[in-house]
Every structure is written in C-alpha cells, then in structure tokens.
C-alpha cells in the first residue's frame, strides 16, 4: 500500500524529502484554516514530523501529486478522512478523486465498518466532496484549528462500508488493474481499441470502421446501472484503459476484449478472475456462460483457465466476418468456479 494511482494523480506514503513540497502550500493560510492541526504561519519541524510513515494500525497518510508537483496530502488516520489541497488546485475534482480511490483502499480491510470526516462550518468545497463520495451528515461537534487559534463548530460526516458498497459495487481491484464504468472521456480510447481489426473480428457487438461517435453511443448504451446487461472498462494502475469486460443476455454471458498491444500479459485472465468473482457474488448467479471463435485459441484458454468447460458449437458472425464461423460455447457453474480459488 506504498502508492495509489487515479486517473491523474498519485498517492504514496511520505519521505523526508516532502517538506519543501508541503511548504509550499501549507504556508497559505486559506488552505490550513480549514485544517485541524496545521499551524499557522507554517512550521517548517511541525513539517517535517508529518514526512514519515505512520503506525500502519493507525491508518495510512500521505502527500498528492500531480505529475511531480506535490498539490496536497490526505489520509485516513484511525478511521477518519483528511485531506487538503493547494488553492490553486481547488475545484478541479482532485480531492473527490484521490478520496475515492483512498476510501476504496481503506474498505480493504475488512474490520473497517466506517469511516467518519468533520468539516469546519464554511466550508462548503468539503461538505460537496463528502456529499459526493456518498458521506452523510450525522450531526455537528466542536472542531480544534490550530492555523484560527481556537475551537469551531463542524459537521460530522459518516460512510457506512454498507453505503459504499451499495454505490461501489464494481469498483473492483486486481494485482495490477482496476474495473470500473466507463469515463466520461472514455470514448477515444476505447475507439482505439474496438477499431482494431482483431477486436472487430470477435466481437459481433462493435461495428467496423468504428468513429467516434459509435464509440461514444457503444459506451453509453452498456452503461452500469447495477443491473446485469453492462460493460465496464479494464484499466492499468496509471489510469490507461486497455480493455473491457461485460454481462449481459439470457442465458446470462460474460465477454470480455483486450488491446492486442495487451495480448501475451495475462491481463485478461487477471481481470475475468476478479470481474467473476464479484458478478458471482452479487448478482447470486449460479452459473455463466461464454463464447470465444473457433479461430481465437487465446481466448479459449482463458475461459478453460478460469474453470469453464465446453459445452457446444454454434456458427456466429461478428460484423468483420464476410461469413459466418464456429463459435464454442462454455458454461461456467458458481460452485466449480468457487472450488477452484
């Protein structure tokens, strides 16, 4: 748990070497009076005592980055939230961003059954993050702030593990990738992939030529919404979208498509495990079905490694094929799927 990446930023545990990148913007008194314990004028020693690890049973905090520029900290020390960001970079959804994928961390551990925020009455880009992240308002205490040199009132937030699972059932987490819905500005890249030819060829789902826009309408019109008919995107640690995996039909199917520059890495496999493993348990489905070409031995012995097993042959024809060609079709039982983690 050394680093965490989103889209655009980077999380890791803090250095020595830390200090000058928080000093310069903790010395902006706008962004510590909102802070409990950061003082104000900055503390160069005060600093420097916040640029080493904590006890990991106390939680875990840490500096934000942009690229290499330092633009904040947060952490989530003894199961409360924290966070500050330079002022220049307010606004721009990096808090709401890095939280996110904070908190989901944080659920990692099992006998996390809530995490808790207070906010200093006023202010307002806070309560909108929390109100975001799905936090809820529990009541309102007396907050010390060390920068305004007194106490004052704050609301007091909480996020139940039952909450968020109930508004992050697909954020799932792998070795080296995530699953989530599609973003927003998605298109493009999920254009570069379906386009290609060896894509095009397997799936009968994605037009070719693709343009953009067919990109787009493909993304939207399989967005999750909690229910089985869906894709959702396949991305590495640093935000890069390589791929999708998908339920949907009756009988109830599982597809999934790689960039071939992905092909050979075992990312396909890594992704269904945790993509099935999720579907399985929340959807309270008792087996699955798939298919993959007669002429995609790849594809073939992802699904057998994942436990499915043969179950017949039909003649299919995705939209690259001028004629129809052997699709084999495999079954996939919760109980035997289970037995073999």
């Known amino acids: 748990m050394d680093e965490i990446r989103t889209k655009r930023l980077r999380w890791r545990l803090p250095v020595a070497s830390d200090v000058d990148g928080y000093m310069a913007f903790v010395s902006d008194y706008e962004v510590v009076k909102w ?23 106390r939680g875990f905090a840490g500096p934000v980055f942009l690229g290499d520029v330092q633009i904040g900290g947060i952490g989530i020390m003894g199961g409360e939230l924290g966070y500050f960001f330079a002022r220049e970079h307010w606004g721009k ?15 990692k551990n099992p006998d996390l059954g809530e995490i808790t925020a207070s906010v ?18 529990t009541g309102m205490s007396r907050c010390p702030c060390i920068a305004q040199g007194g106490e004052y009132d ?20 792998t070795d080296r990738l ?13 254009r570069a ?9 397997m799936m009968q789902s994605i037009p070719h030529p693709l343009s953009l826009q067919q990109a787009q309408d493909w993304i939207i019109e399989r967005e999750y919404t909690g229910k089985i008919g869906f894709f959702a995107g396949v991305y590495l640690r640093d935000g890069t979208l390589i791929g999708a995996v998908g339920l949907g039909g009756e009988p109830v199917s599982t597809a999934y498509f790689f960039h071939p520059n992905q092909w050979g890495h075992g990312y396909a496999t890594e992704a269904m495990d945790g993509f099935l493993t999720q579907m399985f348990a929340q959807f309270d489905l008792p087996e699955l079905t798939a298919g993959a070409m007669v002429d995609n031995p790849a594809s073939q012995q992802v699904l057998t490694k994942l436990g499915f097993v043969e179950i017949g042959r039909k003649m299919h024809q995705p939209s690259l094929r001028l004629e129809p060609d052997p699709l084999i079709l495999y079954r996939l039982k919760r109980t035997e799927f289970k037995a073999s983690r």
Not at 42 to 48: E, P, T
Not at 94 to 104: P, S
Not at 155 to 161: A, F, K, S, W
Not at 163 to 172: E, K, T
């Open 35 to 57: 802070t409990a314990s950061w003082p104000h004028p900055a503390d160069r020693d005060f600093v420097v005592s916040r640029c080493v690890p904590v006890d990991r049973e």
């Open 193 to 201: 992939i379906g386009a290609r030819k060896e894509v095009a060829r």
């Open 120 to 137: 200093i009455l006023g202010n307002g880009g806070s309560v909108a993050v929390l109100k975001k992240l799905g936090f809820q308002q």
């Open 93 to 107: 959804g990096y808090a709401t961003e890095m939280a996110a994928a904070i908190i989901t961390r944080a659920f």
């Open 154 to 173: 704050a609301l007091d937030y909480i996020l139940t593990r039952e909450r968020w699972l109930a508004q992050n059932p697909l954020l799932i987490e």
């Open 178 to 190: 995530l699953i989530n819905a599609f973003a927003p500005g998605d298109a493009g890249a999920f």
